[in-house]
Antibody, heavy 121, light 111 residues
């Protein structure tokens, strides 16, 4: 059974930093692109970033480019999201997600349960 | 507003059929990128419902189907059940934005 378990969320002050982690199990982590997707309260889904199987390619939404860094540790089946210079607009539930494999267009086939990030003073 | 446009809400009685539209443009759906659909039950994480326009992952009932034409896509749900009450999101890729794009979501109410 595929499991994606996020951790590291919490309350952070504006301008602060936070590092999210996602522990993956139940599949060969190193064989999949992985993504982060977020959802502000009462709002829709927003793709944040994704990374190639070996971490050699990384892509970001414009809204987080230059502030967030996605990375992965394939030896420990863990995905990370380093978030810097956080603002109120970053307040959301952050989902770790497994990308569709061999798909013609990017998408997600498995989701974690999410971790709440709240940016407030 | 979202790059992909969905109706904010749809409703139907148990047993009925509803459709949810997802309208894009020539830089995303119209450019040939596939559409995926996700179901998000209340207070739950999203779940993949339809991938690559019209394919159902294992375990998704055949009451759910998808289609794509031109710059739009649709999700159809037949034989509505109360447990289908959820938010539904379409998603594709936009070549101008170089980014994944989601619809704003559609809330389905089963009357």
């Amino acid at each position: 059974e595929v499991q994606l378990v996020e951790s590291g969320g919490g309350l952070v002050q504006p301008g602060g930093s936070l590092r999210l982690s996602c522990a993956a199990s139940g599949f060969t982590f190193s064989s999949y692109w992985m993504s982060w997707v977020r959802q502000a309260a009462g709002r829709g889904l927003e793709w944040v970033a994704n990374t190639k199987e070996d971490g050699s390619e990384k892509y970001y939404a414009d809204s987080v480019k230059g502030r967030f860094t996605i990375s992965r540790d394939n030896a420990n089946n863990t995905l990370y999201l380093e978030m810097n210079n956080l603002g109120a607009e970053d307040t959301a539930v952050y989902y770790c997600a497994r990308d569709l494999r061999d798909s013609r267009s990017p998408g997600v086939d498995e989701w974690g349960q999410g971790t709440q990030v709240t940016v407030s003073s | 507003q979202s790059v992909l446009t969905q109706p904010p809400s749809v409703s139907g009685a148990p047993g009925q059929r509803v459709t949810i539209s997802c309208t894009g443009s020539r830089s995303n759906i119209g450019a040939g990128f596939d559409v995926h659909w996700y179901q998000q039950l209340p207070r739950k994480a999203p779940k993949l419902l339809i991938y690559e326009n019209n394919n159902r992952p294992s375990g998704v009932p055949d009451r759910f189907s998808g289609s794509k034409s031109g710059t739009s896509a649709s999700l159809a749900i037949t034989g509505l059940q109360t447990e289908d009450e959820a938010d539904y999101y379409c998603q594709s890729y936009d070549t101008t934005l170089s980014s994944w794009v989601f619809g704003g979501g559609t809330e389905l109410t089963v009357l």
